[in-house]
């Protein structure tokens, strides 16, 4: 109960700072005027693009750690990452055909869609590339998904420079490829927001049976689990999530892995506390990321993907590093 | 009555034959002890029962129907299975493992899991983590969790092989004890738990069975001698017979 109350409070004052960050520093008095709908300009850039933006940012962070549990569940291994999987690396390359294919499609459909494709292409691509080669262990898994990211990236590379001939679509995807959250009106929010809890109900009813699957395959299968169907099954629920965090923040490294790691330390390792926590976890790493972001070189934005990778990538290291010696 | 019976199995692996056209059945009750020198597919036989590996050919019924279309959920509650090595990859809390082994049946309730954590004294462990537990106290959770749900058949790999000797006979005193109301097959290593503990003994070499009877009976048999390649002293003691191995003359 103490994490929960600890979580709540810190994704709130997580969302404070966050919003009083930025090229333009606002005081708590200043938001609360902005929310209760004050119409001077600077409230009203405050409530239309800051707040937007700061909750946008929580929801990407919150999609993100759950994407990283699901993750971590499935190959029941506490290095899988979306990102390091190349899941994350498979939804940009279908978000970049989306934005610079034209197909007959609108762009709002097809980029959700493609990035769904890639997402799950991916990650079913790297698991089959780590059976085939009999190593479904950490740095199996790991070189698969570098191998396969690696492939993925140089795609979506040469798809951005063979396709764009203008240069302002190059640099929206560029942005993106790079990591930020876009500041979404209070509709698409809603939307975003209603997607998010969607993903963690889809995933909680995984819960049990991730457990289970801990318990190694085995154990599983004879504790009733089709294995190899819920591993299928879960890694498409884990790609929507993927995909829902892609299409809405870009690529945004190592939260994914770092977010169930912290989650796990406050409330254990079992999957019905730790999906939930993870999402909140991830929300307030990725708010303050965000905040750092905006506010640190002003008027100009760090990309998300840069500040979360600084701070991310030393985390990583040092999580292999215990793992390798212990 | 047959609860579990396997017809004509065959189970290869590449070009290796790891059963070989084995038939046996178990009733409803007992304790039986598989034998066999290593690599003689007990531990493939057992999953193959088990239903979490599939034969090349022939089949196993339980009752009298079909294993392999039976399914999943069912088949866990009909049937409980101890590994030869289990190590979660998420460090759970004890009552957690054991409520995970309980979720097989979702009518149990928490009074199943308080008594099976009672009767496997696990009450000061319950909320410790499995890394900080000791091979002893580990074996009893991995029974605590295969047992909550109370399986009519449990087929057990050989789980206390690396336990010394208390936990060794606690766990396979365990096991034999079952087989008075329930059925219970376990591999097992040491020959004079084998004999001294369970009703019937099968002897697997080779993924054939070579000798299938009584504890009692088969003690005295060559075939024993024959299967694990020694010659057996057989020495009689107050709780039954002791093994003594020496080298087989050729």
């Given amino acids: 109960m103490r994490a929960w109350v ?56 919150a999609l993100l750690g759950l994407g990283g549990a699901i993750y971590q569940g499935v190959f029941r291994n506490p290095l899988a990452e979306p990102y390091l999987l190349g899941s994350a690396g498979g939804a940009a390359l279908g978000a970049t055909v989306a934005l610079l294919v034209p197909l007959a499609l609108p762009q709002s459909v097809l980029l959700p869609v493609l990035a769904f494709a890639g997402a799950w292409g991916a990650t079913v691509l790297v698991l089959g590339i780590a059976r085939i080669a009999g190593a479904i262990d950490a740095a199996g898994l790991l070189l698969a998904g570098v191998a396969v990211a690696a492939i993925l990236g140089a795609l979506r590379s040469f798809t951005m420079l063979a396709l764009s001939d203008e240069t302002v679509s190059l640099q929206v995807v560029l942005s993106w490829v790079l990591g930020g959250v876009q500041t979404p009106s209070w509709g698409v929010l809603g939307w975003a927001a209603l997607m998010s809890l969607g993903c963690l109900g889809l995933a909680s009813l995984l819960a049990t049976r991730l457990d289970v699957l801990g318990l190694g395959e085995t154990m599983a299968a004879s504790f009733g689990l089709d294995v190899r169907r819920f591993v299928a099954l879960a890694v498409l629920a884990g790609s929507v999530v993927v995909a829902a965090a892609v299409a809405f923040g870009g690529l945004v490294a190592f939260v994914g892995l770092a977010a169930p790691h912290i989650a796990r330390w406050l409330v254990g390792p079992l999957h019905r506390p730790l999906l939930p926590a993870s999402a909140l976890v991830g929300a307030v790493v990725v708010t303050l990321a965000d905040a750092i972001a905006r506010a640190l070189l002003p008027p100009a934005e760090i990309p998300l993907g840069l500040v979360t990778a600084a701070a991310g990538g030393p985390f990583f290291i040092l999580l292999l590093a215990r793992r390798l010696r212990g | ?149 109370d399986p009519p058949m449990l087929l057990a790999d050989e789980p206390a092989a690396a336990l ?35 009703e019937r003994v099968v002897i697997l070499v080779q993924g054939r069975i070579v000798a299938d009877a009584p504890a009692a009976e088969l003690i005295a048999d060559q075939r024993l001698d024959e299967a694990f390649g020694v010659r057996f002293e057989r020495i009689r003691t107050a709780e039954g017979w002791s093994l003594q191995a020496s080298k087989a003359k050729t």
């Fill in chain 1, 6 to 61: 600890l979580l709540g409070l810190a994704l709130a004052a997580a969302i404070v700072v966050a919003a009083s960050a930025g090229h333009d520093w606002a005081s708590p008095a200043d938001l609360w005027r902005a929310i209760e709908g004050d119409r001077d300009l600077r409230s009203r850039l405050l409530f239309d693009w800051r707040l937007p933006r700061v909750l946008a940012a929580a929801l990407v962070g």
């Fill in chain 2, 164 to 198: 010394d000797i208390r936990h060794r006979l606690g766990v396979i005193e365990a096991l034999a004890e079952r087989g008075r109301d329930r059925l219970s097959v376990v591999v097992v290593h040491d020959l004079d738990l084998a004999f001294r503990f369970f």
């Fill in chain 2, 1 to 149: 009555m047959t609860a579990i019976s396997a017809d004509h199995l065959r189970v290869t692996r590449g070009a290796a034959t790891l059963i070989d056209d084995l038939s046996l059945s178990f009733g409803e009750r007992g304790s039986v002890a598989l034998v066999g020198p290593n690599g003689a597919g007990k531990s493939t036989l057992l999953k193959v029962l088990a239903g979490l590996d599939l034969p090349q050919a022939g089949r196993v019924r339980i009752g009298t129907g079909d294993l392999a279309s039976l399914p999943g959920a069912v088949r866990a509650r009909m049937i409980g299975f101890l590994p030869q090595h289990f190590e979660p990859h998420w460090d759970l809390l004890v009552g957690d493992l054991v409520r995970l082994g309980a979720a097989r049946n979702p009518e149990l309730g928490v009074e199943a899991v308080a008594k099976t954590i009672a009767r496997f004294e696990l009450g000061g462990l319950e909320r410790r983590r499995w890394s900080t537990l000791s091979g002893g106290e580990c074996a009893r959770v991995l029974l605590a969790m295969v047992l909550v749900a």
